[in-house]
C-alpha cells in the first residue's frame, strides 16, 4: 500500500502518522502542533547529519580493522599491537577519571529492587498488557502448568485439575515459605489453623518479624498476609469463604486453605519498538505507538478469543492492604515500563525530509515515545517520579552514547521536559560499547538508568568485526570462550566502579526456552549471583519462577563482595574466538549449518510472510526458542563467517537452506499458534518465488557486506516488498 503524505514544513509526513500524532498524541500535552511539528522539522534536519556521519565512522573503522586482519592473516595476533591498532584508529578510547553516575529521579523498581525484567513486542497489545500486568503472578499456576513439578506418579496436568499435582504444588510452595518466610519454631507445613491477624498483630512467630509487612481482610475474615523478603512481596491468599470449593469439584485441598501466593514477579518491563517487532513503514510504527500511548494514558484494553469465549484484558489496578500499623498501603499493580527505542542505523519512510531521504528511525522514536509519557505524568501510573525511561540499543562507543544524549536534549527542549527527565538504559551488545564501557557511561553519566549485556548481538558483533581473522568457533562453543566471561563480568564491573548498585539496574539477557523452566531454575540463579539486578524472561510465568532466584540471592550484598574483585582484563574482552586449526568433519559442519538455518528460515518467514517480530520457534530437535533479530543475526553471521574461510560452499548452503525450509513449513503448519495470522504459505513450494525464502539466503549469502552485520536492511526490504 502506497504511503499518502502531507507537507508540514519541511516535512512530508504519513498521513496515517500526521493524524495520530496531532488527533490522539499530542492533546492533552499541552505542546500544541506549531511547536511540536517545528520542532522536530529543525531537530532532525540538524541531527539527521550527524547521525550518517556516525554510521559511516562505523564503516571507517571496519574497513581499517578487515584490512589489518587481512594483511596479516598469517601472523598469530599480537593483542597489545591489536589494542594499540585500536586505539591509534579511535576504536578504542583510553579510559579518563574516575566518576560517579548523577542520575537523579529513578523509581525505585530501577534503583532498589532486584527482580525479573520482561520484554515484549509494543505492536502486540495483548501481550504488553500480559507483560504490563506481570508484576504480581500466580506461583500456584507457575508451578502447576510447567515442567517444575514433574508429570510423575500421577501428577499429570491433563484437561481438568488433578489433586495428585495440586498436591505437588502445595508441598513446593510450603518449603518456599519455610525458606523465605521462616517461621521461628514451626515449619508452614506444620501450620493447622490460619493465621490470624488482631490488632494488626500476625499471631504467628516469624524469624523475622520485620518480614510481616500488611493484610487483607473480607466479611472480617483473614483474606491475605503480605510478607516481603529482598524488597519483593510476596501475598499468600486465603480461601476462607469457600469459594474454591465451588470452582474446584475436589475442594481447596489446603488444610490452612491457601489458594494461592501471588508473587512480586516482573518489576520492570521494557516495550519494544526494536528486535522484537516487524516494523517497516507507518502503518507498523503508529501500531506500535499507539499502544504506548495506551499505556502511558492507562486505558490499552483489548478483547480477544480464547477457548470459545470472549475475553477482555486492561491494565491491572494497584494493590491494597492494612499495613501492622493499621494504615493502608498501596503497593504498584504493574511493572514499570521502559520503552525500547531503535538504533542509528534504520530509517522509515514514515517521515521523508526536505531532500526527499527517509527519516532517521530512532530520532522519530525519540518524540513519538518521550511524548506519549507526558499523559503518564498526570496520573502516575507508571513512573511516581515524573522520569522517562528510553532503552537505546545498538549503540557503538562513547561518541554514539553522546549523539543519544544530544537526542534527547533536544526532545526535551521541544516537548518542555526538565532536563535529564529521560534517562537511558545502555544496551552493551556491540563490541566497541563492550571495550568503551565506562566512557559510553561518562556520556550519558546524567541520565544512564541500565546497562545490561545481550550474548546474542554480542556474538554476532564479535564475529563480523574480526570477519577476517578465520573461521569462527561453533556456535554453540562461544559461551565457554575468553571473551564471553571477560565481557559478562566487564559490564558488571564498570557498572560497580561507576556508581550504579542501589541506583541504577545492571542486568543480563534473555531465558531463550519459555517451555523449559526446570532447567530455567538450575541455571538462571547464575544472573543475580552474578550480581546483576534484573535479567531478561520470555513470559511472565517465567518472572515468577525467576523471582524466586532474588528471593535466594541478595544482589546488593553480592555487589559488595564482587566489587572487590578484580576486573576483566581488557586482553581477554579483545580475544578473537577464532578456530585455530578447524579440523570438523563433514557431519560436524553439516550439523551446525542446519541448526544455524533452521533458526534463520523459522524467524525470517515469520517476520516477512506474517509480520511478527519475534516468536517462539522450533529448533532443529523440537525445542521452542524465542528468536528475534538478535539470534538471526548471529546465525546469519556465522554462516557468512565459513562461507568466506571456505569451510563450507554456497552449494551444500544453499541445498541445507532448501532441507531446513520444508522442516520449518512442516513445523510452521502445524504450530496452532500460527493461527490468526493470515494463511501460511510455504517456502518450499516455489523457492523461487517466495520472498522469505529469498531474504533467509540473502542474509546469509550477503551477510559479509551487512553494515555490523544486522539484519535489518534485508529484512525491512523484502517486508516492504512483502506488503507492496
Known amino acids: 500500500m502506497k504511503e499518502k503524505y502531507i507537507k508540514i514544513k519541511n516535512l512530508s509526513i504519513s498521513e496515517n502518522l500526521a493524524n495520530f500524532i496531532n488527533k490522539e498524541l499530542l492533546p492533552g500535552t499541552k505542546i500544541n502542533k506549531d511547536r511540536f511539528w517545528n520542532g522536530f522539522d529543525k531537530c532532525v534536519h540538524e541531527l539527521a547529519p550527524k547521525n550518517t556521519k556516525l554510521l ?39 579510559p579518563g577519571p574516575n566518576f560517579k553516575i548523577k542520575t537523579k529521579n529513578i523509581d525505585k523498581e530501577i534503583s532498589s529492587v532486584c527482580g525479573p525484567q520482561l520484554v515484549c513486542p509494543v505492536s502486540n497489545a495483548r501481550f504488553l498488557l500480559n507483560a504490563a500486568n506481570a508484576r504480581w503472578v500466580s506461583l500456584y499456576d507457575s508451578l502447576y502448568g ?117 508473587l512480586e514477579s516482573a518489576i520492570s518491563t521494557i516495550c519494544d519498538h526494536e ?13 506500535g505507538y499507539r499502544n504506548w500511548l495506551g499505556l502511558m494514558k492507562g486505558n490499552l484494553k483489548v ?154 548481538d554480542r556474538t554476532g558483533d564479535e564475529i563480523h568485526t574480526s570477519m577476517e581473522v578465520g573461521p569462527m568457533i561453533k556456535k554453540g562453543d562461544m559461551k565457554s570462550s575468553k571473551w564471553i566471561s571477560a565481557y559478562e563480568n566487564n559490564n558488571v564491573d564498570v557498572g560497580l566502579e561507576c556508581g550504579f548498585s542501589g541506583k541504577c539496574q545492571i542486568g543480563k539477557g534473555m531465558w531463550a526456552m519459555p517451555d523449559l523452566m526446570n532447567e530455567m531454575m538450575k541455571q538462571k540463579i547464575s544472573h543475580p549471583l552474578a550480581g546483576a539486578n534484573c535479567a531478561w524472561v520470555p513470559s511472565p510465568t517465567a518472572a ?91 546465525s546469519s553471521q556465522h554462516i557468512a563467517n565459513w562461507l568466506h574461510h571456505g569451510i563450507c560452499s554456497k552449494k551444500h548452503v544453499l541445498e541445507i537452506m532448501k532441507k531446513m525450509a520444508k522442516v520449518v513449513d512442516n513445523q510452521n503448519l502445524k504450530d496452532p499458534s500460527m493461527k490468526g495470522h493470515s494463511p501460511y504459505v510455504p517456502m518450499s513450494d516455489n523457492f523461487s518465488k517466495s520472498t522469505a525464502f529469498k531474504a533467509a539466503c540473502e542474509l546469509v549469502f550477503h551477510g559479509k557486506t551487512q553494515p555490523s552485520g544486522y539484519t535489518e536492511p534485508i529484512l525491512h526490504l523484502n517486508r516492504l516488498l512483502k506488503k507492496n
Open 303 to 456: 478483547e480477544f478469543v480464547k477457548n470459545g469465549k470472549k475475553k477482555s484484558r486492561k491494565l491491572n489496578s494497584d494493590r491494597n492492604y492494612i499495613s501492622k500499623k493499621g494504615k493502608n498501603i498501596k503497593l504498584h499493580g504493574r511493572s514499570l515500563l521502559l520503552n525500547r527505542n531503535v538504533g542509528l542505523l534504520m530509517t522509515n519512510p514514515a517521515i521523508l525530509l526536505k531532500d526527499g531521504s527517509e527519516c532517521p528511525e530512532g530520532m522519530l522514536d525519540a518524540f513519538i515515545t518521550s511524548m506519549a509519557c507526558i499523559h503518564d505524568f498526570k496520573r502516575k501510573g507508571n513512573s511516581r517520579v515524573n522520569s522517562i525511561y528510553i532503552v537505546k540499543p545498538k549503540m557503538h562507543g562513547p561518541e554514539e552514547c553522546a549523539f543519544t544524549n544530544l537526542i534527547f536534549e533536544k526532545v526535551e527542549k521541544v516537548l518542555n521536559l526538565k532536563k535529564y527527565t529521560i534517562k537511558v538504559g545502555i544496551m552493551d551488545e556491540e563490541r566497541r560499547t563492550s571495550v568503551n564501557l565506562k566512557e559510553c557511561i561518562r556520556a550519558l553519566k546524567n541520565r544512564v538508568c541500565f546497562i545490561n549485556t545481550g550474548f546474542l
Open 146 to 262: 510447567t515442567d517444575i513439578i514433574p508429570e510423575t506418579n500421577g501428577a499429570v496436568k491433563g484437561k481438568t485439575y488433578n489433586p495428585i499435582r495440586g498436591k505437588k504444588v502445595i508441598e513446593y510452595a510450603r518449603n518456599l515459605l519455610d525458606k523465605f518466610v521462616p517461621l521461628r519454631e514451626n515449619s508452614w507445613k506444620d501450620l493447622d489453623k490460619i493465621p490470624k491477624v488482631i490488632n494488626n498483630k500476625l499471631d504467628l512467630k516469624l524469624k523475622n518479624s520485620n518480614q510481616f509487612v500488611g493484610y487483607n481482610k473480607k466479611l472480617n475474615k483473614i483474606s491475605s498476609l503480605l510478607f516481603v523478603n529482598n524488597n519483593l512481596h510476596i501475598d499468600i491468599l486465603f480461601d476462607q469463604d469457600g469459594k474454591m470449593e465451588i470452582n474446584n469439584p475436589q475442594g481447596n485441598q489446603d488444610k490452612i486453605k491457601i489458594h494461592d501466593i501471588f
Open 544 to 634: 515468577a519462577l525467576h523471582s524466586l532466584h532474588y528471593h535466594e540471592v541478595n544482589v546488593f550484598e553480592k555487589q559488595k563482595e564482587l566489587s572487590k574483585r578484580k576486573p576483566a582484563k581488557l586482553s581477554d574482552l579483545l580475544s578473537i574466538p577464532v578456530a585455530k586449526k578447524p579440523n570438523w568433519s563433514i557431519d560436524e559442519i553439516t550439523k551446525e549449518l542446519k541448526n544455524n538455518a533452521q533458526g534463520i528460515l523459522g524467524y525470517v518467514v515469520r517476520w516477512v510472510d506474517q509480520s511478527v517480530g519475534c516468536s517462539k520457534v522450533p529448533d532443529i530437535n523440537g525445542t521452542g526458542l524465542m528468536e528475534d533479530r538478535a539470534t538471526c543475526r548471529i
Open 275 to 287: 528486535d522484537s517487532v516487524a516494523a517497516v513503514d507507518a502503518e507498523d510504527k503508529v501500531l
Open 56 to 94: 559511516q565512522k562505523r564503516e571507517r573503522l571496519q574497513k581499517a580493522i578487515d584490512t589489518l586482519h587481512i594483511d596479516k592473516r598469517n601472523d598469530k595476533l599480537n593483542l597489545k599491537k591489536y589494542t594499540k591498532f585500536l586505539t591509534k584508529i579511535g576504536y578504542l578510547k583510553k
